[in-house]
């Protein structure tokens, strides 16, 4: 290796070290010498999207599937503003990002130049952090904190704004790698307290109507294991967020269904009506406590989260632990071993009768798939219960964001955690395809469907350019209402029914057509007869995009929905009944 090496040069040398293997990017004028260093070596492949967004969330879909955190590189100004919004999706999801955006010369910084934004300036409120490289020989040591402060903690996007002069051969620097990251004002807490510990041990023995109520900082710390040891130990019913999904089986029997807007009446009025939630690395947001000040009233309160910040934030907990869900829950079990003595599974038999009868009352209806409707037409849910007994539960999903993205969060049962990939913060309409993409790159043999929406998936369709430019046989499995299906759904229930811009008026592209135009295939299904058999044809053909275009009723609504600033327990069962 040549001991002098260009800022560029260094880039790759320290994406490489780092641990990068792939790069999800788009070039300009600004990243040109970043991309010229990247043709001259082969050790990093570069994946070329067709917009900024998607190479962000093909990065984030990367980083959700395998773990390890995604990388991107834009150039300046309009490449950069393109990547915010998909930033911000992994902000609020906490996913592990190194985004590098090319910067215009030094010297011109500040003077309105050519493609130039303050990306530092843009992306603060949301990245976990941002860097300005200010000297070419502060690149390696930069990249190597900027992968450190993404992955470590509680995980997020991290911004690197280059500019161009650094990166080019002027710029001679001594290339060195150093891997021992240590940051002076930041110290992720891992451990969790022992007197906390005690506390919450103490209270999870004492319960008699318990919920562990778990979401998506159990998936990004790998804690799924000692979750499922946890619940089955205590014989505690569990619900999950819809970032949570996958970290505890669907199939076991403890298992309550997502909860929050649109989860299941028995996760809802579980928690609703609890005496103990032990909330594990999940934050108690909106669309899960509806209005704080009801929220499960008589449960006392147990958080673990690697984010003190979350703590107390909506919410007010009697036992705040502070530390990573994996190291946390592993020291609850190991406590227990020794108090196995005091693990009294019968006081907890009502409860489990007392859901029992809930899930009966009005759960979700999971023989529906068997169930034609008068008229043949397929509804949303149909579509995602043939998609899951196709894949046989066992495939990678990621979603949009709308009506579809509820049902395949309501109906697809998830046995396993970082199979189920979606916007669940910023709820990002565009993000399914681009992110399929990513975990195709991931899981190369896997089988990765993406569930969408004819008004999602043309936020992000140039990426079927992407797709066949790579060979990617995504599976997209479009739950095509002819209406951006959740806003009308809003419109239907609180404003009269008035659909202010809620539909196209017969303007929709034909999806077959356009599908096949790219270079895929393309199937229209419109009736309920041929779902079944449409779906097994789509996922026969292993090598190949399809790209599944599937009418359904129109006039489904998702249900259960709770009712704004009112309780957990006040929920819309179906377009006639609810809760209060
Ligand atoms: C980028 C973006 N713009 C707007 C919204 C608001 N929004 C939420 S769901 C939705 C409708 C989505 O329509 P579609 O993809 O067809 O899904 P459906 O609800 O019909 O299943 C809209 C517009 C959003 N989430 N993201
Ligand atoms: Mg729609």
Not at 373 to 399: C, H, M, R, W
Request: glycine share 8%; hydrophobic share 40%.
């Amino acid at each position: 290796m040549k001991n002098r090496v260009s800022g560029a040069e260094a880039l790759m040398l320290a994406l490489k070290d780092a641990g990068t293997e792939i790069l999800f990017g788009y070039p300009g004028g600004a990243a040109l010498y970043i991309y010229d260093a990247l043709f001259q070596q082969d050790a990093i492949k570069h994946i070329l999207v067709r917009h900024e967004q998607a190479a962000v969330h093909a990065a984030d879909g990367y980083a959700r599937s395998s773990g390890k955190p995604g990388v991107v590189i834009v150039t300046s100004g309009p490449g950069a503003t393109n990547a915010i919004t998909g930033i911000a999706t992994a902000f609020m999801d906490s996913i592990p990002l190194v985004v590098i955006s090319g910067q215009v010369r030094a010297p011109l910084i500040g003077t309105d130049a050519f493609q130039e934004t303050d990306m530092i300036g843009v992306s603060r409120p949301v990245v976990k952090h941002n860097f300005l490289v200010q000297k070419a020989e502060d690149i390696p040591d930069i990249i190597s904190k900027a992968f450190y402060i993404a992955t470590s903690g509680r995980p997020g996007p991290v911004v690197v704004d280059i500019p161009k002069d650094l990166t080019d051969s002027n710029h001679q620097l001594n290339y060195s790698f150093n891997k021992d990251v240590h940051i002076r004002s930041y110290q992720p807490q891992n451990e969790g307290h022992p007197g906390q510990i005690k506390r919450a041990l103490k209270l999870l023995l004492e319960s008699k109507q318990p919920v562990i109520y778990s979401g998506g900082g159990v998936i990004s710390a790998n804690a799924s294991e000692e979750l499922i040891e946890l619940a089955r130990i205590l014989d505690f019913p569990v619900t999950n967020t819809l970032m949570g999904l996958g970290a505890y089986p669907a199939s076991d029997d403890r298992f309550l269904g997502m909860l929050g807007m649109h989860g299941t009446y028995e996760a809802n009025m579980a928690m609703h009506n609890s005496d103990l939630i032990l909330a594990v690395g999940a934050r108690f947001d909106d669309r899960i406590t509806n209005d704080p000040a009801k929220f499960a009233l008589k449960a006392k309160k147990i958080h673990i989260d690697i984010d003190p910040a979350s703590i107390d934030k909506i919410i007010d907990v009697d036992v705040p632990i502070v530390g990573s869900t994996k190291i946390v829950l592993r020291k609850i079990l190991n406590l227990l071993e020794k108090k196995k003595d005091k693990i009294d599974k019968k006081k907890i038999e009502p409860w489990h009768l007392k859901i029992k009868t809930w899930r009966k009352e009005h759960g979700l209806n999971h023989d529906l798939l068997e169930e034609k409707s008068s008229n043949s037409k397929i509804l949303p849910q149909q579509v995602i219960q043939a998609l899951y007994q196709e894949t046989k539960g066992d495939a990678f999903v990621t979603s949009d964001v709308g009506q579809h993205q509820m049902f395949a969060a309501q109906y697809y049962k998830f046995e396993k955690p970082r199979r189920w990939i979606n916007s669940g913060g910023l709820g990002t309409m565009g993000f399914g395809l681009p992110a399929a993409m990513g975990v195709q790159f991931a899981f190369p043999e896997a089988t990765v469907a993406c569930v969408t929406g004819e008004g999602s998936i043309q936020m992000c369709i140039q990426e079927l350019s992407t797709c066949l430019q790579y060979g990617l046989p995504i599976k997209i499995i479009n739950v095509n209402n002819a209406a951006l299906g959740m806003v009308k759904q809003w419109q239907d229930m609180q404003y009269d029914g008035r659909l202010s811009q809620s539909t196209y008026q017969d303007s929709l592209p034909d999806f077959v057509k356009l599908a096949e135009s790219y270079g895929h295939v393309g199937m229209k299904v419109k009736k309920y007869e041929e779902l079944k058999s449409a779906m097994k044809e789509c996922f026969k053909l292993t090598d190949k995009l399809v790209f599944l275009d599937i009418d359904v009723d129109p006039d489904e609504h998702v249900y259960p929905m709770l009712e704004a600033s009112m309780s957990l327990a006040d929920m819309h069962l179906d377009k006639k009944n609810k809760t209060w």
